[in-house]
């Protein structure tokens, strides 16, 4: 977990976290997570982001056991259809506060668990 870290814009690294199921980066200034991210924490199931300054959803379809993602207070413009296509096992989708000004038809499809959005 890091709190308040306004300098951070840059993901950390997280190499031999295989086990990690909660990351929680908020206050700082990340603008992209890594492409790798799930592969290197394949048990993941929350993923907490709020306020950063990310601009595009992430492509997160690896981590099939993320059950949270919270992107909210962040820069997003716009979602790509069929995002969370294989997130079968997310609840909570946290967008709020974000730059979105359409939402396309497609967006949510796969979200068969959701409960919160």
Not at 27 to 53: F, G, I, M
Not at 56 to 76: F, G, H, M, Y
């Amino acid at each position: 977990i890091l709190k308040e870290s306004w300098k951070q814009s840059e993901f950390p690294n997280l190499n031999g976290t295989h086990s990690l199921e909660l990351i929680r980066i908020d206050r700082a200034s990340l603008k992209e997570l890594p492409q790798d991210l799930c592969s290197k924490t394949p048990k993941l199931r929350s993923l907490v982001l709020h306020r950063n300054k990310i601009t595009k959803v992430p492509k997160l379809e690896a981590c099939k056991d993320l059950r949270l993602l919270d992107l909210s207070n962040n820069e997003i413009k716009e979602i790509e259809d069929l995002r969370f296509e294989r997130q079968n096992e997310l609840q909570d989708l946290l967008l709020q506060n974000n730059l979105l000004s359409e939402i396309r038809p497609n967006t949510f499809v796969g979200l068969r668990s959701l409960q919160v959005l």
